[in-house]
């Protein structure tokens, strides 16, 4: 199983509304990241957890809250988002946290309405 | 930000053409790494270049990394419709965990 599953695949949310996004992965991968997406841009690091540690906070907001239970787990916790939040928010698995490819997951099409 | 610039930043050509897309960047890395994309969803890992290493192939990629010139090439030989996408140069910097991706380039084969 080569596979990085985020979930959902689109979410629309009220600037209110408190929401998470998911992402599983089962490579056994010690590595797993969050990237931001905006249109015609490259990808931008958010998160990167290394042995379900924190291990690089890009100076994001505070209403974007990341979350590893568990070695192949990995959430986005969400609230009191701006509607300049809307983006591809991609997860990134890998076998370790350098020198190794990355695996991405297809993202999630966040809207904040 | 070691963020790499990519060039050019559109391309098309024709089925069969060769295509060559560069990426510089601004500092030392541990390794450069080239990623597709695919209609704004999840990224495809091509090939990763340790910067001891000169030049790597995978089927039709050819990929050259020149630390002194702090650059690097892609290049996608007899391409196929398939093969259009945007592609991404990402660095990751030497003694950090950080993966940076470049600018982007934008390549669209015309059957």
């Known amino acids: 199983d080569t596979e990085v599953t985020q979930t959902p695949k689109h979410l629309v949310m009220g600037m209110t509304n408190k929401k998470s996004l998911k992402c599983e992965q089962h490579?056994?991968?010690?590595?797993m990241y969050w990237y931001k997406q905006k249109a015609k841009k490259p990808p931008e690091l958010m998160f990167v957890y290394s042995y379900e540690k924190l291990s690089i906070n890009e100076s994001v907001p505070s209403r974007f809250s990341p979350e590893c239970p568990n070695s192949s787990l990995l959430n986005l916790h969400l609230h009191a988002l701006q509607p300049e939040d809307s983006a591809l928010y991609l997860c990134?698995?890998?076998?370790?946290?350098?020198?190794?490819?990355?695996?991405f997951g297809q993202g999630t099409r966040l809207t904040v309405v | 930000s070691q963020q790499g610039e990519e060039d050019p930043q559109a391309l098309s050509i024709q089925e069969g053409e060769n295509a060559t897309m560069n990426c510089s960047y601004k500092?030392?890395?541990?390794?450069l790494q080239w990623y597709r994309q695919n209609s704004g969803r999840g990224l495809v890992h091509l090939i990763l270049i340790r910067s001891n290493e000169r030049e790597k192939h995978s089927g039709r990629l050819r990929v050259t990394l020149d630390t002194s010139k702090k650059s690097s090439s892609l290049l996608i030989t007899a391409s196929r419709a398939a093969d259009t996408a945007s592609y991404f140069c990402?660095?990751?910097?030497?003694?950090?965990?950080?993966?940076?991706f470049g600018t982007g380039t934008r390549l669209t084969i015309i059957p």
């Open positions: 500092t030392s890395i541990n390794n």
């Open positions: 990402a660095t990751e910097d030497f003694g950090n965990e950080k993966l940076t």
């Open positions: 490579m056994g991968h010690r590595a």
């Open positions: 990134a698995s890998s076998q370790e946290s350098r020198d190794t490819e990355a695996f």
